[in-house]
């Protein structure tokens, strides 16, 4: 009796431990607030964009197109998050941001930054090459609460029209996460404009230290939810699979799918939020 009762607790504290381990990552490009969307413009969607969190239990989202406005509106829903970033055109509140939302009564910043996708990282609202706008990166070394564990995450958003711009901007991407992650196990998300097989894309996954791996190629179990992570408001449109969360192999990727969301035929953004479920 002793022995079976050894067992049970032996297998209590292994699922306790497994669940204590596992983070769920978002990468979310919200679509900027754009009267011009219409019935999908961003009031008709800031609830359903907060749900997202809520109903997936996110631990870390990278979102793309976030400006400061609808980041106070998902702060305001979302009171078990805190988040960091800076807008791209002057470093403080002005223009897209791609910010970085975590669980804050599970993770701390231990330091940040942003820099810019160009010649010329630190030099705020720089831009180089065909790049049609400004592009940055957001960065952060986080310390899990309970354990000391640390974490490297970083969120980006490439250019749409420029392909140069693209993959120069993949290999400031791999320098800087080479100078920043210094062994820590590492969290890369992003609306890259581009797909699996381009050449920016490669570059990043060809980057030696961090080691990165797709997340949707790891999972244990299949893929869900199509082939197009981008929708442009029409789910039956063919379109290309452009967003990511990489990660290096200190997480084992268990889950990874497209979250399909719409209510009363509102979309929940143009593009599908990219959700994994993994092991730390």
Same mark, same amino acid.
């Given at each position: 009796m002793k022995k079976i009762r050894l067992i049970a607790l032996l297998m209590v504290i292994s699922l306790s431990a497994s669940a204590a381990d596992t983070l769920r990552v978002l990468s979310f490009n919200i679509r900027y607030n754009n009267a011009g969307d219409g019935v999908n413009a961003w009031p008709h969607r800031k609830d359903l964009a907060a749900s997202v969190f809520k109903e997936n239990d996110v631990d870390f989202a990278g979102l793309q197109e976030a400006l400061v406005g609808q980041i106070n509106d998902l702060q305001e829903r979302l009171p078990d998050y805190a988040w960091i970033g800076v807008g791209r055109d002057d470093g403080k509140e002005k223009g897209e941001f791609s910010p970085i939302f975590y669980r804050k009564d599970r993770f701390e910043v231990v330091n940040s930054g942003t820099f810019w996708l160009s010649k010329t990282p630190e030099v705020v609202a720089s831009k180089d090459w065909d790049a049609a706008i400004t592009r940055v990166a957001t960065w952060a070394k986080f310390k899990e609460i309970k354990t000391g564990k640390e974490i490297m995450f970083v969120n980006t958003h490439f250019d749409h029209v420029g392909?140069?711009?693209?993959?120069?901007?993949?290999?400031?991407?791999?320098?800087?996460?080479?100078?920043?992650?210094?062994?820590?196990?590492?969290?890369?998300?992003?609306?890259?404009?581009? %797909?699996l097989n381009s050449p920016g894309i490669q570059t990043i996954l060809a980057l030696k230290s961090p080691k990165l791996y797709n997340t949707q190629t790891?999972?244990?179990? %299949?893929?869900?939810?199509?082939?197009?992570?981008?929708?442009?408001?029409?789910e039956s449109a063919p379109r290309p699979y452009i967003d990511f969360v990489f990660a290096t192999k200190h997480f084992k990727v268990q889950k990874h799918g497209f979250l399909i969301l719409k209510k009363d035929d509102v979309y929940v953004s143009d593009h599908w939020p990219v959700w994994t479920k993994m092991v730390w």
């Open positions: 392909e140069i711009s693209r993959q120069e901007s993949a290999k400031v991407i791999a320098t800087k996460m080479t100078e920043l992650a210094n062994g820590l196990p590492t969290l890369l998300t992003g609306d890259f404009n581009t %797909p790891q999972s244990k179990t %299949p893929h869900f939810g199509g082939e197009a992570s981008f929708t442009g408001f029409k």
